[in-house]
């Protein structure tokens, strides 16, 4: 979808088409107040207070009427600056003008633009006339605290957005349709894969029984995966003292995103909002030879953070998660090939589960930046050449990002392009050389001295739940047969007739660790397919006379209009074959 905040037009003819909302608005409703209506990248909204009266989805169509009707009369728009006084005076009435006002710099010029009988304060640019705004859409209305501060008045907040001709305005319409069918909060409720409530708490989403399942599988997946490279799962738990994170530095450079500290006895607790520094303490736990090295710990941890409740989105940005964690305990010439084992997994993952759309970007560090980055020159060579020489090697394309890397050393993220929406970082692997020396970590080198170890960073999946939000949308929650929550749904096609040997069938896949359901309720043939299909459930049984005569099955494929006819043992087969190959 276009970024309207970063495309000039398209920027400029939003911002006045917010114009002509203020001013509809105040056609329809003489006593409204403004505050701001800024452009965004989705469009643009005003946030406006109309007392005590809540506007519906019958008034923004009343208000996109008077809009078009302004639209076509085509008024010219015109700017004007004005003294600090002149608009203290022109907006008297509006406090929150008045209050903008006043917030300004005294240097600041003040300019405020005309288009027939309304007047609104303004930097601009905008278009040359209204009648270029008539392209536009209203999407919807929701609160809003005046300042974004929950202790001040709750305003409505209009949004929508404009392009320049109806083709583009549609095109955009159908992305946003796409995008609400796509989005996993509904998938998620639809499938019944997680749920919320304000009663547990905002951002602590609950896992439902399928949803547990798509969890579980991925889980063993990457733990299995991850055996076969020598790593040791671990078990920590989900809070730690203040002194340990004090220790490691998170304390004071993460603690606003930390939940506050607990205070039990003597001790102060946080819940953890990230594992490393447990992680750290397991390797401390006994002393360790150069020959151990390298030392893989992983972990799916649960963690929490203190994410704005603005910003919470179903399992894709919540205050709990479980990060799919691990931490690479290495000598400095282990880097290089610590770091391949890492992308080459996650390149496998990637191509396993068919996630095509990504990029890779290496952050290093700005090395006229003597504030911000750990203070090691030759480290920093010795890192970042490193990495650049293997991701050359294994032949990927990758941006450099220069003073994007973390203050303790440099990194490598996974960028994903969802189905909807911006793209954000999957997978990441970081390089570490300050946490090691922050908990005195050690090893005995081969020359009998102690040295401080490197520990790479790295989470394939990220989270957890923001893998599973990524993933439904880009299925669309029809899921491959190894993750789908019912793998087979059997529905014989009359129960007193073919219910014994639809449960003869069940019983069978059902001892082959196949998830089968069985559909035994007394509706019609034709409703219980369409709610197999609603359910996106892979393979769709039906048992009937002929079935049961010959000892056969045959099935619908999600997505396929053609029944299957086989025998029980040869789609016995074929599933398992289709599960252990993960297609």
């Known amino acids: 979808m276009v970024d309207i905040k970063n495309d000039e037009r398209l920027s400029v003819l939003n911002h006045s ?119 536009f859409k209203l999407l919807k209305v929701a609160g809003a605290y005046y300042k974004g501060n929950s202790k001040n008045k709750m305003l409505q907040r209009i949004y929508g957005i404009c392009f320049d001709n109806k083709e583009d305005l549609e095109k955009h319409l159908a992305l946003l349709e796409e995008a609400k069918e796509r989005d996993h909060r509904k998938i998620g409720k639809d499938l019944e894969v997680f749920m919320t409530s304000d009663l547990v708490g905002k951002g602590l989403p609950m896992y439902l029984p399928n949803g547990y399942i798509i969890w579980e599988e991925l889980e063993n997946y990457i733990k299995n995966k991850e055996k076969k490279l020598g790593y040791h799962h671990v078990l920590t738990p989900p809070l730690g003292s203040v002194e340990l994170y004090k220790t490691s530095g998170h304390w004071d450079h993460y603690k606003d995103d930390m939940f506050p500290a607990m205070k039990i006895d003597d001790e102060e607790f946080v819940l953890r909002p990230m594992n490393c520094p447990h992680h750290m303490m397991i390797y401390s736990n006994k002393l360790h030879s150069y020959r151990d090295l390298p030392i893989r710990i992983g972990e799916i941890a649960r963690d929490c953070r203190y994410e704005a409740s603005g910003a919470l989105k179903g399992i894709e940005r919540a205050r709990s998660f479980c990060q799919n964690d691990a931490h690479l305990f290495v000598t400095p010439e282990q880097i290089k090939d610590e770091f391949g084992l890492v992308v080459n997994l996650i390149l496998e993952v990637y191509r396993e589960l068919n996630i095509t759309d990504y990029r ?22 010795h890192a970042e050449n490193t990495l650049r020489k293997v991701l050359t090697d294994l032949g990927i394309d990758y941006v450099e990002k220069i003073g994007e890397a973390a203050f303790y050393g440099p990194k490598l993220d996974v960028q994903v392009k969802p189905a909807v929406g911006n793209e954000y970082t999957l997978s990441t692997c970081q390089l570490d050389f300050c946490l090691p020396m922050k908990f005195n970590l050690t090893y005995v080198d081969r020359d009998g001295k102690k040295k401080t170890p490197v520990v790479l960073h790295r989470a394939v999946f990220g989270s957890l739940d923001r893998f599973i939000a990524y993933y439904l949308e880009e299925t669309k929650g029809v899921l491959p047969l190894w993750l789908a929550p019912t793998q087979v749904n059997i529905i014989p096609v009359n129960n007193e007739y073919h219910l014994k040997y639809a449960e003869k069938v069940m019983k069978k896949l059902a001892s082959k660790n196949i998830r089968v359901n069985l559909d035994d309720r007394d509706e019609k043939l034709s409703y219980k397919m369409r709610e197999s299909l609603s359910h996106k459930i892979p393979y769709t049984v039906i048992i009937g006379e002929k079935e049961m005569e010959d000892k056969t099955i045959s099935y619908r494929l999600m997505g396929h209009k053609e029944t299957e006819t086989l025998s029980l043992k040869e789609f016995e087969k074929k599933l398992l074959k289709q599960i252990e190959e993960r297609r």
């Open 17 to 135: 088409c917010a114009h002509l909302l203020a001013q509809a608005v105040k056609h329809l409703y003489p006593n409204a107040k403004f505050w701001v209506g800024p452009v965004i990248s989705e469009g643009f909204y005003y946030d406006i207070d109309l007392g005590n009266y809540t506007l519906t989805d019958e008034d923004l169509e009343k208000i996109s009427k008077e809009m078009k009707k302004l639209a076509k009369d085509g008024k010219r728009i015109y700017r004007e600056e004005i003294s600090r006084e002149e608009a203290l005076e022109k907006f008297k009435d509006d406090p929150y003008k008045i209050d903008i006002i006043n917030e300004l710099p005294e240097d600041e010029v003040i300019s405020c633009y005309t288009q027939g009988d309304f007047t609104d304060l303004c930097r601009g640019p905008h278009v040359a006339s209204v009648k270029e705004c008539k392209n």
């Open 360 to 381: 890779f970007e290496l952050s290093l560090r700005d090395p006229n930046d003597k504030v911000k980055y750990f203070q090691d020159d030759e480290m920093w060579e």
